[in-house]
């Protein structure tokens, strides 16, 4: 029997495909990171041409470690990779996880790659691996992710203030998290969306 808090699967849907992140996939994760220069907004992490190797070394030393299953997505219509995306803090005792380090290029922003990428990646945690919680956070000043995290139906619980310390600035982390019992709702609203307007 397989361990779904181990074994990392493949989730594919109508728009988009999300695999393991692979060492070979660097160059692709760049090329999609660089539609927008994604490095370059000051309240992310996305990995550039000067950074892809330590974002690579680290992803696979936490997915060594089981804290992490990295993912990269693939848009199903042209099957290039479009961005990045990952469970984290995975806590198989509690049976709670993180949606996180997500990013897109920025010609699939606001299309249905998200929304699915995200009902691939909820279904999974909350049927198969019997999820309690899964959690979302960001910076308090990536507006935009707070929007897309909204929009999928979690709830914000609260703010973390001066939560970390990154290139020099002090960060606010805010917190969100969908719940098992919720999770019929959120499953809805998204299958909703992208029905009615692929979003």
Known sequence: MADHWTEQPVLEGLHVALRPMVRSDGPAIVDAASDGKLWELFYTVVPGPDSIKTYLDRAERELGWGRIMPFVVIESASGTVVGAT???RINAPHRR???GTTFYARRVQRSP???EAKLLLLTHAFETMDCVCVQ???DHFNFASQRAIERLGAKRDGLIRNHQILDGR???TVLYSILANEWEGVKRNLQFR???NGN
Request: aromatic share 12%; proline share 0%.
């Open 86 to 88: 990952r469970y984290m």
């Open 97 to 99: 996880l993180e949606i």
């Open 113 to 115: 790659i998200n929304s």
């Open 136 to 138: 979302f956070r960001t």
């Open 170 to 172: 002090v960060r606010d």
């Open 194 to 196: 992208l029905a009615r």
